[in-house]
């Protein structure tokens, strides 16, 4: 909108933002009536339709105390939550939750503070439904006798609903966010009950399918381990052989912390003290033990190694400036703008067409490229593939472009698993340090070792089954994506 005029009656509750008002939304809103059976929130929570509740403030002590995941804002992205959430509580704390909580599959989790999260959502699997949320996000449950919860899921993500989502979002002491006004959204629901059924199948299937691969990249750390130590591909497809219930059954709860390894004590001679570096995680012993014993199968090459033999090649992202942000659509990439192996769908900054000519021949993205997170603490060591479908980005200074030169020796997917293993996550934490007021891995990335296969069918193999859960989830976000454009086309 650019402007409009507002008779003072129309006002509400002393709101004087216009972006509250705006008429865009309202004309928009109307034309689908026709089609739409527009219910305001509040009059489904009042009938008993929906049923929102918010999470807890469980307090910082509660931090890392267990492997059960506290899902705050950040944890949500892609319509699911991370694999690997950045804090975990106890079991003793959980309970303590879980029945005010009362996690159950078909859930709707939706990010009601936190100024550009708000409004991101997922919905609830058994995967993930042992969880602990926090009070930023609001819990919305559906009746199933009203409408499926998967049919809701993706009216909240239609284009028209994110807009009112934003025009109610306000600034409450330091942090963004649209409080009770969710109650205040409009959700058109197509009167046409086949229509209805067709998307919320459609949605259903596409989620599953992109559960099924969040549940590998979940385990994924242990079963590449596994594949290394056996030298045969036998742990991945056994684990993609089970049904559900047996995954569900046997899956592992992990947080970041994970990585961080599990050492006490070791002596070290003087002299194999490296560039001054004094930190005992450096030279875990557990990890050259296992390069060691892993030296047998696999080729234990370091990235330098393979960049100076032309194998790979790294590079950086460039730092663009904070007014290049919100100039246009192309997506801006940043350290948070990535999970479970691929890029949000929703990055946090665009930049123009002309910012995005300026550095495209520099950067160079392709698709197969890997991102690595080089510089945040937590996030370290975090990567994602980049696919036809987001190529065109640019990426931050504190991001590493990983691109494969020699696809015979290693190609794009091999890598990603590698990078993903227990025994190279943790080398990259070793290797993390504190510079000036954050973290990062900086030039010590290339000294991570990677153990690669020798035999070509276990190389091969684990390629074809990477590619495949890869393109899958992201055949499924492409669907979701054009579910939530198709309900309430305007």
Request: proline letters at 3%; charged letters at 25%.
């Amino acid at each position: 909108m650019i402007n409009y005029w507002l008779n003072r009656s129309n006002i509400r509750e002393r709101v004087y933002i216009p972006k509250y008002y705006d008429p865009g939304i309202t004309a928009r809103l109307e034309k689908l009536k026709n089609t739409h059976n527009l219910y305001r929130v509040n009059d489904l929570v009042q009938n008993g339709s929906i049923v929102l509740s918010t999470g807890h403030e469980i307090g910082k002590l509660a931090y890392g105390t267990g492997d059960i995941p506290f899902v705050r804002t950040s944890d949500i992205t892609n319509w699911e939550t991370k694999t690997a959430p950045k804090q975990g509580v106890s079991e003793d704390i959980y309970l303590s939750y879980a029945e005010s909580q009362n996690v159950e599959n078909g859930d709707i989790l939706l990010v009601r503070d936190g100024t550009y999260l708000i409004g991101t959502n997922c919905i609830i699997t058994e995967l993930d439904k042992k969880i602990v949320y926090q009070s930023h996000i609001l819990k919305i449950r559906v009746s199933k006798e009203f409408i499926d919860p998967y049919l809701v899921f993706v009216i909240l993500n239609a284009p028209i609903v994110q807009e009112q989502i934003r025009s109610v979002q306000f600034t409450a002491d330091t942090i963004d966010t649209i409080g009770n006004r969710f109650q205040e959204l409009v959700l058109p629901i197509p009167k046409d009950k086949t229509i209805c059924k067709e998307i919320a199948a459609i949605s259903k299937k596409a989620m599953n399918d992109r559960e099924l691969g969040k549940a590998f990249i979940k385990q994924a750390p242990v079963i590449i381990e596994e594949v290394l130590k056996s030298n045969s591909t036998a742990p991945i497809n056994d684990f993609l052989a089970k049904d559900w219930d047996e995954i569900i059954t046997d899956m592992t709860q992990d947080t970041v912390t994970s990585e961080f390894g599990h050492f006490e004590t070791f002596w070290i001679n003087s002299a194999d003290v490296k560039e001054r570096i004094y930190l005992p995680k450096y030279y875990d012993p557990d990890i050259t033990d296992e390069i060691s014993s892993l030296s047998s199968t696999c080729d234990c090459v370091s990235i330098l190694s393979l960049c100076n033999n032309g194998f790979i090649s790294v590079s950086t992202g460039d730092e663009i400036g904070k007014m290049a942000y919100g100039t246009g659509d192309i997506p801006f990439i940043r350290t948070s703008d990535f999970s479970n192996w691929e890029l949000k769908h929703d990055p946090k900054q665009g930049i123009s067409e002309e910012i995005y000519q300026e550095y495209r021949e520099s950067q160079n993205v392709k698709a197969g490229d890997i991102l690595l997170v080089r510089d945040g603490t937590y996030l370290i060591g975090t990567s994602c593939m980049i696919t036809e479908e987001d190529s065109k980005i640019l990426f931050c200074g504190g991001l590493y472009k990983i691109r494969v030169n020699d696809c015979e020796f290693l190609d794009e997917w091999l890598l990603l698993a590698l990078l993903n293993s227990y025994l190279v996550k943790r080398q990259i934490r070793t290797k993390q340090f504190t510079r000036d007021v954050i973290d990062t891995i900086g030039k010590r990335l290339y000294e991570v070792v990677l153990p690669i296969p020798k035999s070509d069918e276990v190389r091969k193999s684990i390629s074809t089954q990477m590619k495949s859960i890869v393109e899958t989830r992201m055949q499924g976000r492409i669907t979701i994506k054009e579910q939530a454009n198709i309900i309430a086309p305007c």
